[in-house]
């Protein structure tokens, strides 16, 4: 741990975001998202700006975030207003749910596809918070989590994993809201004040800062340092094996 800006033994647990955080999967959210939206923008003939989604767009409006909530949030950008529906709704449903079903359903034809990796300089921190016993938990708006840690071959590391499933059976606001990192801290047995967030998301940044944890952890893939800082990183790295 030679020169890592971290103390680990101050701290009780470390709650880490899954994707772009430990695995790469941020860019197949990318690509669900940017695929998903550009159709449904093409055919849009509504009220409402429907140029094409943008990379921007997604690091403004929908990264970190519960996918409905992500839905909603582009589409309010863009002026355009779509009824709500329900989680149960078709893929081809023209709602907010129906688009976030869509997306999803993107996704896991891409991770079935592709699979995933962990990043190397995140296994290296996790080796040395195991060796720590240190408990550890992933903290994701993604439904999809435990798929993804199963194929990464990582599942086994952490105390729990609160994704967006247990959220909604918890009746937790998703990120930026602070209760999901909250609740993963306490099932560590451990509480905020005690805890490490880390975050590649400006929403999941911000969910640390007004949890009032103990260190916020940015990680730059793409929302850049000083947008992590100001959304209340305390410490910025472009790969976690700097902390390790």
Known sequence: MTGSPVTWTDHDAVLFDLDGVLTPTAEVHRRAWAEMFDAFLSSWSGAGDSRPWSEQD?????????????????????????????????????????LGNRKNDAFNAVL????????????????????????????????????????????????????????????????????????????CGTAPARSVVVEDAVSGVRAGAAGDFALVIGVDRGAGADVLTAAGADVVVDDLGELA
């Open 58 to 98: 997604y690091y403004d409006h929908v990264d970190g975030k519960p996918r409905y909530d992500g839905v909603r949030d582009f589409l309010t950008s863009r002026g355009i207003t779509l009824p709500e529906g329900e989680p149960s709704d078709a893929p081809d449903a023209e709602t907010v749910c129906g």
């Open 112 to 187: 079935e596809r592709d699979g995933v990796t962990a990043y190397p300089g995140s296994i290296a921190l996790l080796d040395v918070l195991r060796d720590l016993g240190m408990p550890l938990a992933v903290v994701s708006s993604s439904a999809n989590a435990p798929s993804v840690l199963v194929a990464a071959g990582i599942a086994d590391r952490f105390v729990t994993v609160v994704d967006g499933r247990v959220a909604g059976e918890l009746g937790l606001p998703g990120k930026p809201a602070p209760d999901t990192f909250v609740h993963a801290a306490e099932a």
